[in-house]
């Protein structure tokens, strides 16, 4: 079988423990108080574990001196009987109790604050980055990295910190212990640990491998899980359930194979780091004995024997639980890394936080425009344009496919900038415009309409504040979307499902029509708003959109008769000269020129 390739940008180095390190101070800023307790209770968690050692050691003391010493040990300090060291002993174990659950308590509490964190980070990013971002990337994977990968991140936080601290604090309380029972011993103890420690990392750093490459492949297949059930309605249309099944199962198979992999490591990571830790404390009981059976009592011996077999079990779980610290570290940098795919990608747009306000919408100016999507910039959409347009009046773009016409709008939208030029709002700038202010003021009307999952009101009032029931319901009447709505199960309360799949098509652009009666802006696009519609359908929802029109600067993007022939002016576009032709539709569909060669074949009607 050929080896899985393992690029080396997913290897662990400075730069992704930084970022690592970057991502939970991120979320140590938020929730100070939360980790600041987690660090304490973890630390003291460790130092109640190691105390045993001395428990243990006080008790066999103080039972093997039963005779000498009145049956009284003393260690750092502290004299008692062995009944008083087993007490002891139990106040401890009650005490590990409580700071053991409050240790897991508080790491899972702050795993999920970071995960949150993550979370509402990337769609921050994900909301106010350009929407070219969103064609240069398969949606399936970018959801896949927001919800899996900032989960992953705070369930490996839970398995590296908390693990790595409790190892750190159990290995210098326990060797401090140990150089106090004997310094020989402790040298000896942290020497082998180191040794033994430096063996996990070498074996770990092929396990780590596995992971990973099991991982990237798990990814994939959830982003091709997600992409199919957004397409849900091509593969039932097409009756390709079957075929998408087996090809599923062909992609969880190359999981299976690379995830066994995985496994496989894991098994012998388990098998040496259990082998370790049965081996430490009996290779530390026949150093003990060989060094002191000569020069010590018995009893003596024995005593320093239990004692050194406590502290070598106690260190011992250090070595398992390094092992998950490096997994946990090494799934959190990953974690990290995919999520900087988000983070990190810059946008085109420069969208000031102070821009310029406007309070109306009085001329729209496009100088010298031209424009090539970021995605081919060697394409030319839109050669250069020079267009004014007056407030009040509506305009329609025509033209072949791909001469720009969409591009006007996403441009007016400011989804994009022009190449070259300047599109200017009332003589400024678009870019140094306050945009969300702008954009209150413009409606958009699209093919496809945008209907998000939740009730018919929501819908309807969607992106606007403070407006009434009354209100709601009156926009719906403009747009003889009321009767339909009181139809529905719960009325405007009805939820309308995955991109309003309870709607026709007809019923979705009504319920835009309704939505931008209710916003009321100042400039109109629509582009290709009734395309997608029968020509009965589409009469009744043109009627509408001419309501809508009425006293607004509208600019319509529409190959059909019925959707331009009243507007004021018609542009007809080119790909070569950009602006080849401007007139009312009377006065174009007699001209020479592109437009009556439209009119002529059918384009337009």
Request: hydrophobic share 45%.
């Amino acid at each position: 079988m050929k080896r899985e390739k393992f690029a080396s940008e997913k290897a662990f180095s400075v730069e992704k423990f930084k970022d690592v390190l970057k991502t939970i101070n991120g979320g140590i800023k938020r929730h100070p108080y939360v980790f600041t307790c987690l660090i304490l209770i973890n630390i003291v968690d460790s130092m109640l574990f190691s105390s045993l050692v001395i428990v243990v050691k006080g008790i066999t003391t103080a039972v093997v001196e039963q005779e000498t010493n009145g049956g009284i040990a003393s260690f750092w300090g502290l004299s008692l009987s062995w009944v008083g060291w087993a007490f002891a002993g139990l106040g401890v174990f009650c005490a590990m109790l409580l700071s053991g659950f409050l240790t897991n308590l508080l790491s899972m509490l702050f795993a999920k604050k970071v995960e949150i964190y993550l979370r509402q980070k990337a769609l921050i990013h994900l909301v106010k980055i350009d929407i070219s971002y969103y064609s240069k990337n398969q949606l399936g994977l970018i959801m896949s990295r927001v919800i899996n990968d900032s989960q992953w991140f705070g369930d490996a936080f839970n398995e590296f910190f908390t693990n790595f601290v409790y190892t750190i604090a159990t290995t210098v309380v326990t060797t401090s212990i140990v150089f106090g029972i004997d310094v020989t011993i402790g040298y000896i103890a942290l020497g082998l640990l180191f040794a033994l420690m430096c063996a996990i990392w070498v074996m770990f750093i092929f396990y780590r491998r596995a992971i990973l490459i099991a991982v990237d492949q798990r990814q994939e297949i959830d982003a091709d899980i997600i992409d199919r059930i957004i397409n849900i309605r091509l593969i039932k249309a097409t009756g390709t359930e079957e075929r998408e099944t087996k090809r599923n199962q062909e992609l969880h198979k190359k999981y299976d194979v690379k995830q066994m992999r995985s496994v496989r490591f894991q098994s012998w990571m388990l098998i040496l780091n259990g082998v370790f830790a049965t081996a430490f404390p009996v290779f530390m009981l026949m150093i003990t004995i060989v060094l002191y059976r000569s020069s010590t009592d018995p009893a003596t011996l024995a005593s320093l024997c239990v004692a050194v077999i406590s502290a070598a079990s106690s260190l011992m779980p250090n070595i398992l639980l390094l092992t998950q610290s490096l997994r946990g570290m090494t799934r959190m940098a990953n974690c990290v890394m995919r999520l900087n795919l988000i983070y990190k990608a810059k946008t085109l747009l420069d969208i000031p936080d102070d821009g310029r306000k406007i309070c109306s919408i009085d001329s729209i100016l496009f100088r010298n425009v031209s424009f090539s999507y970021p995605e081919s910039p060697m394409k030319q959409i839109l050669p250069c344009i020079n267009l004014e347009l007056e407030k009040g009046k509506s305009y329609a773009f025509v033209g072949e496919t791909g001469v720009g016409k969409s591009t006007i709008a996403k441009m007016l939208l400011r989804f994009y900038d022009t190449t070259e030029g300047e599109l200017l709002i009332n003589g400024i700038n678009i870019k140094e415009l306050d945009l969300p202010q702008y954009l209150s003021m413009v409606g958009y009307v699209e093919q496809e309409p945008q209907i998000i999952y939740g009730t018919v009101i929501e819908n309807l009032a969607y992106g606007l504040t403070n407006v009434t029931d009354e209100e709601v319901k009156a926009a719906a009447q403009k747009a003889n979307l009321h009767d339909i709505i009181m139809t529905l199960p719960q009325g405007y309360h009805t939820i309308l499902g995955e991109r309003g799949f309870m709607f026709s098509g007809g019923q979705k652009q009504r319920l835009i029509i309704a939505r931008l009666f209710l916003k009321n802006p100042q400039l109109l696009i629509l582009d290709e708003a009734t395309s997608a519609l029968d020509n009965i359908v589409e009469a009744e929802i043109q009627a509408e959109l001419n309501n809508l029109m009425q006293g607004r600067t509208t600019v319509v993007i529409a190959h059909r008769l019925s959707t331009i022939k009243n507007v004021d002016r018609v542009i007809v576009l080119d790909k070569t000269l950009g602006i080849s032709q401007i007139g009312t539709f009377d006065e174009l569909k007699k001209a020479p020129g592109r437009f009556k060669k439209l009119y002529e074949y059918g384009l337009l009607k």
